[in-house]
């Protein structure tokens, strides 16, 4: 790692005052008035009177997928992995994978999302694209049960894999990973807790995204999801449940006191059309921690946190058929992830206190444009919940590195050419 | 009219291929290989190899309203209404609605809106600010019945609004507004009616937003809303409806027969939380013709047609628990106002067959950019309805006139600065 990096930012707004904000080596050591503040040494940012803001964490995604985007839109959930995605993931290769996901960060970092939860096939390409491309990542390699396959082989594989992700920098986390219960048996999701708690790592899981699955669970163990992952030692503070679109209060409760986080993803659950809603106000009512996902590009179709935001708070207010279903401080906390405790950490070593934009933070944060017309009147979180699209970034900064500046993103084109490179090759036939 | 307004596009992509595009007067008089195309005089947009697209068209707002974004959004409907929109409506004058207007039109000249069908008070001021942004508009001065109110001074008012509007140029379009079944009475809807035959005006109109409303309706006239308008002759060729969310598949027979265009605004809709969903399905079966509106940015809270477009789609997808509920064409299609013989033509006096983008067509268009990673894979279409928000517009052109380049929008400081001082008159303790 190299030492002494110097960031000054000049010239940002912070809770209506002109700030400057100075860090190193990723850690924010000074943010104050500009006389206050030793502006004369390091990286230089000035913000150009943008208002400094707390970055977005996306708690579930499929980085690679940017590559089936749009392929299949119109399709229902199984001809879609049928025709549209499974034939072409047969032929996935690490590069492709790397492309993949570098543009999903180009995404991310334009839209002011500066982490995500990813659960991805040949993961040590993710890592490789998310340290290039200056994001942080908690990257899962799947668990599946294929039929007939050698599950201790299976095992060794994943291992290697979680062996191959402890080799990156701070900003890569791991976890462990089992698809679904309904694509992972008892015994791997038993060795999956195992193998969690042995390494100390989280887990991700998808979690009651369909009814038949949460049918099927209740027909094969004989109880509801929440409770056969509690059954098997699955439901602790590190783990992270996507979807939970059919989860009932009791087990809200019973998430709520083993201290598990929800991850809603209400872009692809409408897209995907699975019916129902994540119960919003049974999950704040039993106070369980949550996040906010986009899920895989392949079933958004976009990253931009700030758009699902949006769709998150009013599906909420129309699900309820109540204005008052989720206020706009709720709904903006949820997408920074500073509703749980895991989500918004992402893996980093900060202490659970340690709030945004606070002297030995991260130094991760967003620069707002000041010109962007969707901010100039009225309430700044409720035009970042309702009018804002990640466009009204100006500026990115991870682990005190500028990764955006003035809506310019380093090696942007070389991502667009050798991505679509990439897609050819997979996909000729693609349009 | 200045004459001999001459455009030229060099450098743009249609169907895969490079094209200049030339206009004379607002009109399109060529597009071709670039050697077909005399590109040697007028002035030259680089479209700078991105896409040329057919312009969106919002059916349905009230621009003016960004002046009230972000207040009380967290209020359901009634006390959002008399907490926080009509203390500060009492107070409007014609410049906070000049300047509220601008915003809304910068904010559409900059997510591809080239057009909108609006509704609010002081219309010449709304006129105005269409006129100097160099957008188009079909504006319907509100036509209430207040309680105790003059209805004869009443009408003489709406009737020198009428005249004021047909002074502006050929931009601006007039239309009779009542504002709704419930807030005008029989008498004034026929009044209505009457009028927008005598002057050859379009009726835009609020129809069956709320539930409440079509109870009311049956129980005060015997009849659901559309039969009641049909009754008194306002279901014509010539009306908008926004709205239509109670809408029963007999009513969007009896529509679809009268030719009438029904508006959806499936964002407001669920932000104010009305609790049912556009019927889509029976719509399209009846070949009700389309639009999609953003409705005002007191309720949405965005004027970015293209994120509405999104939400359009995954509602739909969503209620019918359905992923094929809408293919990605009918989306789009919605979205530029190519459902609608009205709507789309926003007054123009163009021909029915004047697709957009050929010869002969006004020259209103947009130019995706080329560097925008939305749409760096996959189909066009899909990207635009799934993947892209309005930041992937690089120009707007209308009426064969630049209104943005490369992002720049002539005169947006002053529209930002202009705006915000209205705002703060306008209500001094607003935040």
Redesign the interface.
């Known amino acids: 790692m190299s030492r002494d990096r110097r960031l000054v930012v000049t010239n940002a707004l912070l809770d209506g005052k002109t700030v400057s904000l100075t860090a190193l080596d990723g850690k924010i050591t000074a943010i104050g008035p500009e006389a206050a503040v030793d502006v004369n040494a390091g990286e230089m940012l000035d913000a150009g009177g943008g208002i400094l803001c707390a970055p977005l964490v996306n708690g579930h995604t499929h980085a690679a997928m940017?590559?089936f985007?749009?392929?299949g839109?119109?399709?229902?959930?199984i001809r879609?992995l049928k025709e549209a995605i499974w034939p072409v993931e047969q032929r996935l290769e690490a590069e492709d994978v790397y492309w993949g996901t570098r543009?999903a960060c180009?995404?991310m970092i334009?839209s002011g999302t500066i982490g995500f939860w990813d659960m991805y096939w040949l993961p040590a390409a993710t890592a490789r694209a998310v340290e290039d491309a200056g994001l942080r990542a908690v990257i899962g390699p799947p668990l599946f049960d294929p039929p007939g396959a050698d599950l201790a082989e299976r095992n060794r594989e994943l291992e290697s894999h979680l062996d191959e992700l402890a080799g990156f920098g701070d900003r890569i986390g791991a976890a462990v990973a089992p698809h679904a219960i309904y694509t992972v048996g008892t015994a791997s999701l038993e060795y999956a807790a195992g193998l969690a708690e042995d390494r100390g790592l989280p887990i991700h899981i998808h979690l009651s995204e369909t009814r038949e699955e949460v049918l099927d669970c209740v027909k094969t163990h004989g109880m509801r999801p929440a409770a056969y992952l509690d059954s098997l030692g699955m439901l602790t503070p590190q783990t992270n449940l996507a979807h939970g679109v059919w989860l009932e209060p009791e087990e809200m409760e019973l998430i709520s006191e083993r201290g598990a986080t929800v991850t809603t993803n209400p872009?692809a659950?409408?897209?995907?059309?699975?019916?129902g809603?994540f119960p919003y106000p049974d999950a704040a009512r039993a106070g369980v921690p949550m996040a906010l996902g986009t899920d895989g590009?392949g079933s958004?179709?976009?990253l931009?946190l700030l758009?699902d935001l949006?769709?998150f708070a009013?599906?909420q207010?129309?699900a309820?058929?109540?204005?008052?279903?989720i206020?706009?401080a709720e709904a903006w906390a949820t997408a920074t992830g500073q509703r749980s405790g895991l989500i918004g950490r992402l893996g980093r070593s900060v202490t659970a206190d340690s709030e945004p934009l606070t002297i030995g933070a991260p130094a991760d944060f967003i620069v707002l444009d000041p010109?962007a017309?969707?901010l100039?009147?009225?309430?700044l979180s409720?035009?970042l919940?309702?009018?804002?699209?990640?466009?009204v970034v100006k500026d990115t900064v991870v682990d005190g590195r500028i990764l955006m500046k003035d809506r310019e993103v380093e090696g942007?084109?070389e991502?667009?050419a050798r991505?679509?490179e990439q897609?050819s090759r997979l996909d000729p036939g693609?349009?």
């Open positions: 940017t590559l985007r749009g392929h839109d119109d399709l229902p959930l879609w543009l180009l995404e334009r872009v659950n409408m897209k995907l059309a699975v019916g809603v590009a958004n179709n976009s931009d758009s949006k769709t009013l599906l207010r129309h309820a058929s109540d204005a008052e279903a206020p706009v010109a017309p969707e100039a009147l009225g309430n409720s035009a919940v309702y009018t804002a699209a990640g466009s942007s084109a991502v667009l991505v679509r897609s693609g349009d």
